[in-house]
C-alpha cells in the first residue's frame, strides 16, 4: 500500500522595526518573506493594536517599557513562520511647568520654571527674557499662557504650560457735582474698582460704593473716593 505524501515549504519570515522609540510618538513595522508571495499577515503591536497587512500602519504606544511585537505569516498550504520583536518605549519627559506667581501687575515679573530635558523652547517668546532657558522671566503686559516643548537627552519631547494673570489699572466713577437741599441726604456712587474708601462730611458707610451723606449745615462739600483692585495693584481716585 503507497500513501502520497505532500510536503510544502514553510514561509521564512523576517520582521523589521525600530529597538527603541518615544512614547506617543508613531513607529513603522514592516514584515517580508524570502520565499514565497502567497501568505496572510497577523500583527500583534504589543499596544491593543493588531493589523493584517505586510506594511502596517505606523504604531504608538503610550505606556513606557518593553512591548513584544509579534508576527505570524501563513501559506496558503497551511504552514506558518513566527517572528517577534522588542521594542523598548522611552517615558516622556516629566516637564511641571510653574510659575512663581500666577498674578502680576502690570509692569512686574515672574519667573517661569520647567524640567526634565536638555532642550527648552517657550512661546509665545514675547515678554520673556530668553524662550530657550528653564527658567525665564515672564514680564507680559496681558495675561498670557505660556506653553513649553522639553527635550531629554533621548530625543523624546513632551509639552506643559503655565498661566499668568496680569492685573491692570482701572478708572473709577462717581457721582458728578450736584447741589441738594439741606435737610437732605445725599446719595453718593461709585464703580470701576472692587473695593472703595470714601472720606467727606456725614457719610455713612465710608466703604460702601453707595455710601449717603447727611449734611447739617450750608456750604460747599467735597467727598473724594479711592478705588481699589483685589489685586493691590493699582488704586485711582477722583472727587
Known sequence: MNKTVSVY???????????????DVPVSFSGTVSNMNDVTWKWDFGNGNTGNTQQPADQSYDRAGVSEVLLIVSSKDGCNDTARHDIDILPEPVINAAAA???????????????GGITYQWSPALGLSDPNVPNPVAA?????????????????????????????PFRIQATPDTVMCLGHVLPLWVSGADHYIWKGEGLDDADDPSPQAAIKAPGSYTYQVTGYDADGCFTHDTS
Request: aromatic fraction near 2%; charged fraction near 15%.
Open 9 to 23: 515549504p514553510k514561509p521564512e519570515l523576517a520582521l523589521s522595526g525600530p529597538l527603541q522609540a518615544c512614547q
Open 140 to 168: 507680559p503686559g496681558t495675561s498670557t499662557n505660556y506653553q513649553v516643548k522639553v527635550t531629554d537627552a533621548n530625543g523624546c519631547s513632551n509639552t506643559d504650560d503655565v498661566g499668568i494673570r496680569v492685573a491692570q
Open 101 to 115: 506667581s500666577g498674578m502680576i501687575c502690570l509692569g512686574k515679573s515672574t519667573t517661569l520654571s520647567a524640567g
